[in-house]
């Protein structure tokens, strides 16, 4: 059914609505679709946007593969501790808002092996396995 149908058919029934003439309903429908076109263009600039910015910030060349994270943990509500791998050095550094400080520097090691998840309680642990089973 389409919408001058409806609209017809709603001023028919209804008496309130009888002095509204399809022209007012046909713009009403206009300006929903404008709205929805509206936002699927703020939607589609966002996505875009945030792909660009993905993009333009990711490390190009040999730097993409000189630093890389190991681990890190809140000591804080906004400061951690981060095991950074720079060539063959561990860097285990104190970051907090404003300033970034070296704790200390070890040389690298092998990671010990994961445990195995203890019955579904170690939902991170049980991600990280599907997720890796699933890039191989």
Do not use: C, Y
């Not at 561990?90 to 970034?100: N, S, Y």
């Not at 090691?109 to 994961?114: C, N, Q, Y």
Request: hydrophobic share 55%; aromatic share 6%.
């Amino acid at each position: 059914m389409s919408f001058e149908r409806f609209a017809f058919l709603a001023a028919a029934l209804l008496p309130g609505v009888a002095g509204a003439d399809a022209a007012a309903t046909a713009d009403l429908g206009s300006s929903v679709f404008s709205m929805l076109l509206g936002l699927a263009l703020v939607m589609a600039l966002l996505f875009a946007s945030l792909w660009l910015l993905k993009r333009l910030s990711a490390p190009r060349g040999q730097a993409a593969g000189l630093m890389r994270v190991i681990a890190g943990t809140a000591v804080g509500t906004r400061e951690r501790v981060v095991v950074l791998e720079v060539g063959n050095t561990w860097l285990i550094l104190g970051v907090a808002p404003g300033r970034i400080t070296a704790l200390a520097e070890m040389p690298r090691e092998t990671l010990p092996a994961e445990p195995a998840p203890d019955g579904g309680r170690d939902f991170a642990g049980r991600l990280r396995q599907i997720i890796d089973r699933h890039a191989r």
